[in-house]
């Protein structure tokens, strides 16, 4: 498998699924500035929407879309239970924490990243995501993980998003939970590997 990514972009989160995974997988590299590859080739004839990140599979189909990426990276090694059973009501509840993280949190924090957006603008967003990380924080009290004593591929997700905060300028120390949590993910093995491969620490 081929997985194409930025570093730090939401493509970190299916870079450390495929290390808790433990696949065998190729990094791509590509710019989300200059839609290049390192060798010069036009990201947008790998993913004609232009993003990262995209999971080349062995057959050569290529699979977009961070949510859907890390559950199929998941249904190959179900024995390592990085989502629930496909038709459970808890793989019901991982889908909804996934959807929440990519809309509520992923795409508001996007907004922040554009250097033409209006700063007014920006305000209202970094207001939507404080109140939206503190409805988070009150999830993750008591439990070590969004979906309990397990880790899964949602809260790699989360981890990801949450680490732009410190880009972003968005205060997090008021949120215990949410520090513990980010603090427990970045401990995990398969976490220091991807953000060392990345160039991130």
């Excluded at 299916?14 to 710019?31: D, Q």
């Excluded at 859907?68 to 793989?91: E, F, S």
């Excluded at 995501?129 to 790699?156: C, I």
């Amino acid at each position: 498998m081929k997985l194409y990514y930025s570093p730090g972009a939401c493509s970190l989160s299916p870079h450390i699924v495929l290390r808790e995974a433990g696949l065998a997988f190729e990094l791509v590299r590509t710019s989300t500035k200059t839609h290049q590859m390192a060798d010069g080739t036009d990201f947008y004839t790998i993913n004609p929407k232009g993003a990262v990140p995209v999971l080349e599979i062995a057959n050569g189909e290529r699979l977009t879309e961070g949510p859907a990426i890390v559950q199929y990276i998941a249904d190959q090694v179900p024995q390592k239970q990085l989502a629930p059973a496909a038709g459970t009501m808890a793989r019901y509840r991982l889908q909804e924490w996934l959807n929440y993280i990519t809309s509520e949190l992923h795409k508001p924090f996007g907004v922040l990243f554009v250097p033409a957006m209006p700063a007014d603008a920006k305000a209202i967003f970094t207001d939507w995501l404080r109140h939206r990380l503190a409805w988070v924080d009150s999830q993750l009290a008591g439990k070590s993980f969004l979906m309990g004593e397990t880790f899964t591929v949602a809260d790699a997700y989360l981890y990801t998003v949450v680490n732009w905060t410190k880009l972003v300028g968005i205060a997090t120390d008021h949120l215990p939970n949410l520090l513990a949590f980010v603090a427990r993910v970045g401990a995990r093995p398969a976490v220091g590997e991807a953000l060392k491969a990345e160039g991130l620490v």
